[in-house]
């Protein structure tokens, strides 16, 4: 059994058949890819794994618990974290004041990150914050205004948001679109610390293979809403189903 398992899952939207009857098993601690043509239903599928949208059939279940109908916050508590497509920031924030965002004061003057743990103080909050800057080497832009960085440090930044919560599974949802080629590189770096330094699982999609073949485990590769193969990069590279799918023809 993985972390996050996937049975039989569809979904239509009016005539459109976008998901059909897909079986999907995360394991623990892995980076498990999810690539395929556009259209081809990943982002659908992504959405089901935060209960952003619910299935018409089958179940998506995390850590043992269903996700389906679950609020943003629910799945937060969980131990999700997403980070979406473009860079979901506050621009007129700091970097700093960006990283307190994911907290909330208690009665008893306290402060919780959400759904993971508490910190004594705003003290105690900004020392971890800086602590998760320093380990994505953003200290030094701490007191910059977020909206005046460049793509990929607004993306790191975004990162060092979800990780500061200690999430159990973080999804990422193409993080190096419209990324030049340093950043990219960049986030790759930040992504592989991430997985040999923290009990961590990651589910991606990603149209930019060399990020895939760089950080995933395995690979799920669908197409029109369909998982045609899922195996180790090794072996998904050259297979007859990916390319045809890629491609428009089998070699």
Same mark, same amino acid.
């Given at each position: 059994?993985?972390?996050? +398992?996937?049975? !039989?899952?569809?979904?239509?939207?009016?005539?459109?058949?976008?998901?059909?009857?897909?079986?999907?098993?995360? =394991? +623990?601690?892995?980076?498990?890819?999810?690539?395929? *043509?556009?259209?081809?239903? #990943?982002?659908? &599928?992504?959405?089901?794994?935060?209960?952003?949208?619910?299935?018409?059939?089958?179940? $998506?279940?995390?850590?043992?618990?269903?996700?389906?109908?679950?609020? *943003?916050?629910?799945?937060?508590?969980?131990?999700?974290?997403? $980070?979406?497509?473009?860079?979901?920031?506050?621009?007129?924030?700091?970097?700093?004041?960006?990283?307190?965002?994911?907290?909330?004061? #208690?009665?008893?003057?306290?402060?919780? @990150?959400?759904?993971?743990?508490?910190?004594?103080?705003?003290? +105690? @909050?900004?020392?971890?914050?800086?602590?998760?800057?320093?380990?994505?080497?953003?200290?030094?832009?701490?007191?910059?205004?977020?909206?005046?960085?460049?793509?990929?440090?607004?993306?790191?930044?975004?990162?060092?948001?979800? @990780?500061?919560?200690?999430?159990?599974?973080?999804?990422?949802?193409?993080?190096?679109?419209?990324?030049?080629?340093?950043?990219? =590189?960049?986030?790759?770096?930040?992504?592989?610390?991430?997985? !040999?330094?923290? !009990?961590?699982?990651?589910?991606?999609?990603?149209?930019?293979?060399?990020?895939?073949?760089?950080?995933?485990?395995?690979?799920?590769?669908?197409?029109?809403?369909?998982? &045609?193969?899922? !195996?180790? *990069?090794? =072996?998904?590279?050259?297979? *007859?189903? $990916?390319?045809?799918?890629? &491609?428009?023809?089998?070699?």
């Amino acid at each position: 059994m993985g972390i996050l +398992e996937v049975k !039989d899952v569809g979904k239509r939207f009016g005539g459109l058949q976008a998901l059909g009857n897909v079986n999907l098993s995360v =394991n +623990e601690r892995t980076c498990h890819a999810i690539i395929g *043509p556009n259209g081809a239903g #990943k982002s659908t &599928l992504l959405n089901c794994f935060v209960g952003k949208l619910i299935p018409d059939t089958g179940s $998506v279940m995390f850590d043992g618990q269903s996700v389906l109908g679950r609020t *943003p916050y629910e799945i937060n508590q969980m131990g999700i974290s997403r $980070v979406f497509q473009t860079p979901e920031i506050f621009g007129d924030l700091s970097v700093i004041e960006n990283m307190m965002v994911p907290c909330f004061a #208690k009665r008893d003057g306290s402060y919780r @990150l959400q759904g993971i743990r508490s910190v004594a103080s705003e003290t +105690e @909050l900004r020392d971890q914050a800086e602590a998760m800057l320093d380990e994505v080497n953003m200290l030094d832009k701490r007191n910059m205004n977020a909206a005046s960085m460049s793509r990929g440090d607004k993306r790191r930044l975004e990162m060092a948001m979800c @990780l500061v919560q200690s999430p159990k599974l973080l999804l990422l949802d193409e993080p190096t679109a419209g990324m030049a080629r340093a950043d990219t =590189n960049n986030t790759i770096d930040l992504l592989q610390e991430i997985k !040999d330094t923290r !009990d961590i699982t990651i589910a991606i999609i990603e149209h930019d293979m060399h990020v895939v073949f760089s950080l995933a485990d395995r690979i799920t590769v669908l197409a029109q809403g369909t998982p &045609l193969v899922e !195996d180790t *990069p090794d =072996n998904i590279k050259g297979h *007859p189903k $990916v390319r045809e799918a890629y &491609l428009g023809e089998a070699h």
